[in-house]
C-alpha cells in the first residue's frame, strides 16, 4: 500500500437500487448490507430563507473494511477503559475513536496504539479532521447543497476535498509531533517562583505549556506579608491554581490546600486554617525561587502531619 493521497475530488457514481453509500469512505456497498445507519441532517437554507427547515434522514452503511475500523475502535477503548471513561458515554467514545482511525485510513497511515496516552493522542489530533473528511459529512448535521442520496464516489475516500486533505495531513502531522514529544520545565513568564510554593519550574510538553502559569493577584496578608495598599501580582503553577480553583480566593486556607495538593496530604474535609504564619513565595522577601515547592517553609516536615489530622 502506498501512502500516496489524492489531491482532487473524483467522480461521483449513481448507487444500484439497493446499494447504500458507506458512511466513512463513501464507497457503494452492495447488499446484504452489514448495518444500516441512519444520518439527520437539516437542509441547507439560504440565509435570507427564513422558512424552517425539518431534518432529513439518509440512511448510510459501513463497507467491510470501515467496519473493521469501528470495530478497533471499540477493542481499543475495551482496552483502555480510563479512556473510555474521561469520553463518556460508550457510544460518544467509539465515535470519537472510529473518526480518528478514519482519517489515519483516509491518509494511507497506520499507528501503534498501546497506551491510553498513545489512543488520546490519537482522539485529540485526529477525530475533528476524520469527521469532516468522512462521506456522512455531507448529510449530517447539515446537509450540504451538493448531497446526493443516489450516488457515491468512484473510489474510497474520493470525495475528500484538497482543504479537506490539508486538515488531515496537519493533523497527522500534529499527532506526529505530540507522539515525540518529553517534558520540559518552564518557568513563569516573568521568572521568578510560583507567588505561593514558590517553585521555579514546571515540567509539561511542549503543545501543553501555553497557558501553563496563571497570572495572580494577591494582597500581601493574604500570604502571610505585610500590610501594604498595593497588591503582588505574580503567577500560580498548575497545582497552586487548582487550590485556587478550589478554595475561590488566594489566602491562607488556599496555601493550605496547596500543601496538601503537593504533598498528596488527604483528608475528608478542609476546615477553618490551622497554620499560623504561613507565608507564600511571593511575601517571603526572598529572591530565589524554590526547587521544590514550599521549600521556603521551614518547619514544612510539621505542617504535614497537621494537615492530615
Request: charged share 20%.
Amino acid at each position: 500500500m502506498t501512502n500516496t493521497v489524492p489531491m482532487t475530488i473524483t467522480t461521483t457514481v449513481p448507487l444500484g437500487a439497493d446499494d447504500l453509500a458507506c458512511l466513512a469512505c463513501g464507497q457503494a456497498v452492495a447488499p446484504p448490507h452489514a448495518e444500516r445507519v441512519d444520518f439527520d441532517g437539516w437542509h441547507w437554507a439560504a440565509l435570507d430563507d427564513p422558512r424552517p427547515r425539518a431534518p432529513q434522514t439518509v440512511t448510510l452503511t459501513r463497507c467491510e473494511h470501515c467496519r473493521e475500523v469501528h470495530d478497533r475502535a471499540a477493542s481499543l477503548l475495551d482496552a483502555h477503559p480510563r479512556v473510555q471513561a474521561q469520553m463518556g458515554s460508550r457510544s460518544v467514545g467509539t465515535h470519537r475513536v472510529e473518526a480518528a482511525l478514519n482519517a489515519l485510513d483516509a491518509l494511507k497511515r497506520n499507528l501503534p496504539i498501546h497506551t491510553d496516552g498513545s489512543l488520546r493522542l490519537l482522539v485529540e489530533h485526529m477525530t475533528a479532521a476524520g469527521v469532516a473528511a468522512r462521506w456522512a459529512a455531507r448529510y449530517s448535521p447539515v446537509r450540504t447543497k451538493d448531497a446526493n442520496e443516489g450516488e457515491a464516489p468512484s473510489q474510497p475516500w474520493g470525495h475528500v476535498t484538497d482543504w479537506q486533505w490539508h486538515d488531515l495531513r496537519k493533523a497527522f502531522a500534529g499527532l506526529l509531533n505530540a507522539r515525540v514529544e518529553r517534558p520540559l520545565p518552564y518557568s513563569p513568564p516573568i521568572g521568578g517562583g510560583c507567588m505561593l510554593c514558590g517553585v521555579e519550574t514546571v515540567s509539561a510538553l511542549p503543545s501543553q505549556a501555553a497557558g501553563l502559569w496563571t497570572p495572580a493577584t494577591a494582597s500581601p496578608t493574604a500570604i502571610g506579608g505585610r500590610p501594604s495598599p498595593e497588591l503582588l501580582a505574580g503567577y500560580l503553577c498548575p497545582t497552586c491554581e487548582r487550590a485556587h480553583e478550589e478554595i475561590g480566593a488566594i489566602g491562607p486556607t488556599t496555601m493550605e490546600r496547596s500543601i496538601m495538593l503537593h504533598f498528596d496530604v488527604r483528608r475528608r474535609s478542609l476546615t477553618a486554617t490551622e497554620l499560623v504564619g504561613l507565608v507564600g513565595w511571593l511575601a517571603s522577601g526572598l529572591d530565589e525561587p524554590n526547587e521544590r515547592p514550599w521549600q521556603h517553609v521551614p518547619n514544612l516536615p510539621e505542617i504535614l502531619p497537621v494537615l492530615a489530622g
